[in-house]
């Protein structure tokens, strides 16, 4: 079975340009996971999707990003304009849905966003 | 709200010695509690997760955690290391109220000597 996959593995762009990542999380998993680790700091959760819904949107740091994920299926994150603070490690995770939570998120090896 | 604090930012041991890497929670609601490793150049993989059921809990590669309820601590130990253990991990804690963001810790790295 395929992990979860992510693409590109490292984005080196100038400040104010436009970036966009992608996610195709393991085939048949509903919940579908952004998080970020910022240099020197902790990962920390972006949002989550439910198929194609926003379940949870707290962690987005700002409007500068978008996440979609149209049809249920990958997901992209779309950083527009991007800034010097966006630089760092961004994941995605998937798990299957759970009705009572503490389900396993499976993650995939990241996108390492340069700003310059 | 939920946190989770691991103790040390770097722990170097010898190889075939024992690894104890430290981690305390805090949660408001019965959590859930994860290990993941992140090797270098690789993705976040799961050691061992803890959701209610036994409170000592086995993982891969010889790891293992203990659930200490009246300690809020969640442990990661391995009787012996090895050089390919050599990685950062990262304790998480998920508190099962329906709202499913993993709060991670700040990573411990693992330095093993030969």
């Known amino acids: 079975e395929a992990g979860v996959t992510q693409f590109p593995s490292h984005s080196v762009i100038e400040k104010g340009q436009t970036v966009t990542l992608r996610c195709d999380p393991i085939s048949g998993h509903d919940n579908l996971y952004w998080y970020r680790r910022v240099m020197g700091k902790e990962i920390k959760f972006l949002l989550h999707?439910?198929?194609?819904?926003?379940?949870?949107e707290s962690g987005m740091p700002n409007n500068r990003f978008l996440a979609e994920r149209t049809g249920g299926t990958y997901s992209t994150l779309k950083v527009q304009p991007a800034e010097l603070e966006d630089s760092g490690v961004y994941f995605c995770?998937?798990?299957?849905?759970?009705?009572?939570?503490?389900?396993?998120?499976?993650f995939g090896p990241g996108t390492r966003l340069t700003v310059l | 709200a939920q946190s989770v604090t691991q103790l040390d930012s770097h722990v170097s041991v010898s190889e075939g010695t024992p690894v104890l890497l430290r981690c305390n929670y805090s949660s408001s609601y019965s959590p859930s509690l994860f290990w993941y490793v992140q090797h270098p150049n690789k993705g976040l993989q799961l050691l061992l997760k803890?959701?209610?059921?036994?409170?000592l809990v086995k993982g891969i590669n010889g790891f293992e955690a203990e659930f200490k309820k009246s300690e809020t601590s969640f442990h990661l130990t391995k009787p012996s290391a090895h050089m390919s253990d050599a990685a950062e991990y990262f304790c998480?804690?998920?508190?099962?109220?329906?709202?499913?963001?993993?709060?991670f810790g700040s990573g411990t790295r693992l330095q093993v000597q030969p």
């Open positions: 998480v804690v998920s508190d099962r109220t329906g709202r499913r963001a993993l709060t």
């Open positions: 999707f439910v198929k194609e819904s926003k379940q949870d």
């Open positions: 803890y959701t209610s059921a036994a409170t």
């Open positions: 995770a998937s798990s299957p849905y759970l009705p009572g939570g503490g389900d396993t998120q499976y």
